[in-house]
Nanobody, 124 residues
Framework: QVQLVESGGGTVQTGGSLRLSCAAS????????MGWFRQVPGKEREFVAAIRWSGEWTYYADSVKGRFSLSEPDAKNTGTLQMNNLKPEDTATYYC?????????????????WGLGTQVTVSS
């Protein structure tokens, strides 16, 4: 069982930056992966980025490539999502997730554990 808690959300202007953190606890193995998704009301949860826990690979959605970057979880199993050059369309609730298998997974069903989310609002 893995527990995940996101933090770092808030409100920024277009072009601004935010850093989200995901603190994981429980039974975690280095071949797990950490993913980030986002969701706006009335729409499906969409994939943002993922990283293998050991940091061997990262994978990004085209919509955030070049603007967002992941760091591998540290010794306390906290990973971060650095978001730069934010746009109004990035406004959403952002969720951290963990998957047992360390391969890039872009679907909600590929992740076994989820946090409760943190709100990111980008004003124009």
């Amino acid at each position: 069982q893995v527990q995940l808690v996101e933090s770092g959300g808030g409100t920024v202007q277009t072009g601004g930056s935010l850093r989200l953190s995901c603190a994981a606890s429980g039974r975690i193995f280095r071949n797990y992966s950490m993913g980030w998704f986002r969701q706006v009301p009335g729409k499906e949860r969409e994939f943002v980025a993922a990283i293998r826990w050991s940091g061997e690979w990262t994978y990004y959605a085209d919509s955030v490539k070049g603007r967002f970057s992941l760091s591998e979880p540290d010794a306390k199993n906290t990973g971060t999502l650095q978001m730069n050059n934010l746009k109004p369309e990035d406004t959403a609730t952002y969720y951290c997730a963990a998957a047992r298998l360390g391969i890039p997974r872009v679907t909600v069903g590929g992740y076994a554990w989820w946090g409760l989310g943190t709100q990111v609002t980008v004003s124009s």
